[in-house]
């Protein structure tokens, strides 16, 4: 699998432009792509990257896979738990 990959990263195609349009600052969006795939492809940009998962589970696995495809340091930032509170405010009006 990660022959397969490099051999795509090397070759031109849309990897390169992908990575391309990034460096130039255009902001960029990868669709229909699994999500091993949006790993390899943020572990071969070599800018800070801010990469937005939907849950922990695949937070903690992106992280895990961005570090086996390169030797970039991943850092998981868990999300916040936030304390709702409830305030009745009761008026004899």
Same mark, same amino acid.
């Given at each position: 699998? +990660?022959?397969? +990959?490099?051999?795509?990263?090397?070759?031109?195609?849309? $990897?390169?432009?992908?990575?391309?349009? %990034?460096?130039?600052? $255009?902001?960029?969006? &990868?669709?229909?792509? /699994? /999500?091993?795939?949006?790993? @390899?492809? %943020?572990?071969? #940009?070599?800018?800070?990257?801010?990469? $937005? %998962?939907?849950?922990? #589970?695949? &937070?903690?696995?992106?992280?895990?896979? $961005?570090?086996?495809?390169?030797?970039?340091? &991943?850092?998981?930032?868990?999300?916040?738990?936030?304390?709702?509170? %409830? #305030?009745? &405010? @009761?008026?004899?009006?």
């Amino acid at each position: 699998m +990660l022959d397969f +990959l490099l051999k795509l990263k090397n070759s031109k195609n849309s $990897i390169n432009e992908f990575c391309s349009s %990034v460096h130039q600052g $255009i902001p960029s969006v &990868a669709f229909g792509v /699994g /999500g091993s795939f949006k790993s @390899f492809l %943020v572990s071969q #940009i070599d800018l800070p990257i801010l990469y $937005i %998962v939907k849950d922990s #589970i695949t &937070a903690e696995k992106s992280v895990k896979e $961005i570090g086996e495809f390169s030797n970039k340091k &991943a850092i998981y930032i868990p999300p916040r738990d936030l304390n709702l509170l %409830v #305030i009745k &405010a @009761f008026s004899k009006d």
